[in-house]
């Protein structure tokens, strides 16, 4: 997943600091599973619903963006975050936190452009692929596009316009 603020408008607002000591919850965990396994499902409708791939990555992202433009208030609620200094901080915060928070993972960070504006997450173990196995025929399908959807959504709303492939 690239991430990269070119298209950015207004301030570095967003995401930082988690409060000391506090741990996952069993009702997070729950959630995260139950997602896991419910989005194979989602998407092998989506694909049956709309004829072409393409059309099924327009949907899976703006079902992610109306998700993440509700999610960032539970984030900022849950997570006790303020201001980010730079856009590399806002991408820590986005790794160490809010994946770890919402499906128990942490992406690393890596391919940052020489000017800073712009960086890639590795997933090592998506966990929405877990219980999936795509037929052959959908190879221009991006499974995990919701993801994509959910970031823009989430950090459209603390003023940071980011563009996600």
Known sequence: MLISSRFRTCSWEALCAR???????????LNSEL????????????CKDYENDEDVNKQLDKMGYNIGVR??????????VGR?????????????????????????????SPGGDEFSLILENNPLVDFVELPDNHSSLIYSNLLCG????????VSQRLLFQ
Not at 35 to 46: E, N, P, S
Not at 94 to 101: E, R, Y
Request: contains cysteine; glycine residues 6%; negative net charge.
């Open 84 to 112: 980010c200094h730079d856009f590399r901080e806002t991408a820590d915060v986005i790794a160490k936190i809010a994946f770890k928070m919402y499906l128990g993972i942490t992406p690393s960070i890596t391919n940052w």
């Open 19 to 29: 409060r000391e000591g506090e741990k996952e919850s069993p009702q997070s965990f």
């Open 35 to 46: 997602f896991t396994l419910t989005y194979g499902a989602l998407v092998t409708q989506l």
């Open 150 to 157: 959910v970031l823009r959504g989430a950090l459209e709303m």
């Open 71 to 80: 999610l960032i208030e539970d984030f900022l609620a849950r997570s006790n």
